[in-house]
């Protein structure tokens, strides 16, 4: 188990390392860099090869350690953006699921939040960089296709028991949870898809 942990929070660490060489106008590209390096942890979690405790306990290593660099005013810059929190409650609600829901479900939500966010942050960046726009904090429904398809593909790898019709909801609905303004989409996405669970896990 302790071998697969440490793989676990290798992928992460390496990420943050390796991002910074692309410094900070890549910031939102290499925040997604990083969500696509948890990938691995997850499918070890699904797999059984890391407990939930285990997974949620170093992950909240991290969200600690960046929520402390935030508090200080002494962000990793190269992926950090001062005043938001979105990678801090990513460690979180990824640590929550970790411990208090089972272990697919989980599983499926994380990969969304892993992938699908960063597919959708890495169109956005470049589609605003290419026509030069400030692409900070921006959302355009350029990234927002790319998430459903991604949400999509996890949904029929991850949740076979669901019809086409059911994925394409769930998908939906999650695009819609990123999508929106108000909630931080890394709190976002995994609380509405707590809330919707009964309506498609019958």
Not at 12 to 21: D, E, G, Q
Not at 46 to 54: A, D, H, M
Not at 103 to 116: D, E, G, Q, T
Not at 141 to 169: C, E, Q, R, T
Request: hydrophobic share 60%; charged share 15%.
């Amino acid at each position: 188990m302790l071998k697969y942990l440490l793989l676990a929070v290798f992928f992460p660490v390496l990420a943050i390392a390796l991002t910074k060489k692309l410094g900070e106008d890549y910031a939102w590209v290499n925040r997604k860099i990083i969500h696509f390096s948890s990938v691995p942890a997850i499918l070890m979690f699904r797999e059984g090869l890391v407990s939930g405790i285990e997974l949620a306990g170093a992950v909240m290593v991290f969200a600690i350690v960046q929520l402390i660099t935030h508090i200080m005013k002494k962000e990793l810059s190269w992926y950090q953006i001062r005043d938001n929190y979105g990678e801090v409650f990513y460690c979180i609600m990824f640590s929550a699921m970790a411990v208090f829901m089972d272990v697919n479900y989980a599983s499926a939500i994380m990969l969304v939040i892993a992938i699908s966010d960063g597919i959708t942050g890495v169109l956005r960046f470049y589609y605003f960089k290419k026509n030069g726009f400030n692409v900070k904090l921006r959302k355009h429904w350029i990234g927002s296709v790319g998430y459903i398809l991604s949400a999509l593909i996890i949904a029929f790898v991850m949740l076979p028991d669901l019809n086409v019709v059911m994925k394409f909801a769930w998908s939906g609905i999650l695009m819609l949870a990123e999508y929106q303004k108000v909630i931080d989409d890394n709190v976002a996405v995994p609380v509405v898809a707590v809330l919707i669970k009964p309506l498609f896990m019958l």
